[in-house]
């Protein structure tokens, strides 16, 4: 079983930085191609982007590409999301998801994860 937890999360001015951390137990991280969702008030849940257990791909929304960026230390069992330039119609919840997928690749539907956090609060005011 895979447990997932994030922090991070917070008030941030529009034009701030925020950086997401998703820390993971219960299997070592390199098993897991990761990803970040995001569900803002009122919309379904969305990828914000995702990244390989080896970390060789990646992907993102097209919308953020430029402005999010995501990494992962797994000697530390951690995934980060660093989020600039950020603007108010980023709040959401952002969530932290994952699969055992040690050689595959990343994917953009949140069907395809099995283990999920419990999500952190990320409000940008204008």
């Known amino acids: 079983q895979v447990q997932l937890v994030e922090s991070g999360g917070g008030l941030v001015q529009a034009g701030g930085s925020l950086r997401l951390s998703c820390a993971a137990s219960g299997r070592t991280l390199s098993d897991l191609a990761m990803a970040w969702f995001r569900r803002a008030p009122g919309k379904e849940r969305e990828i914000v982007g995702g990244i390989s257990a080896s970390s060789k791909s990646t992907l993102y929304a097209d919308s953020l590409r430029g402005r999010f960026n995501i990494s992962r230390d797994n000697a530390e069992n951690t995934m980060y999301l660093q989020m600039n330039h950020l603007k108010p119609e980023d709040t959401a919840v952002y969530y932290c998801?994952?699969?055992?997928?040690?050689?595959?690749?990343?994917?953009?539907?949140?069907?395809?994860?099995?283990?999920w956090g419990q999500g952190t609060q990320v409000t940008v005011s204008s």
């Open positions: 998801a994952a699969r055992v997928a040690p050689y595959g690749g990343v994917i953009r539907s949140s069907l395809g994860y099995d283990y």
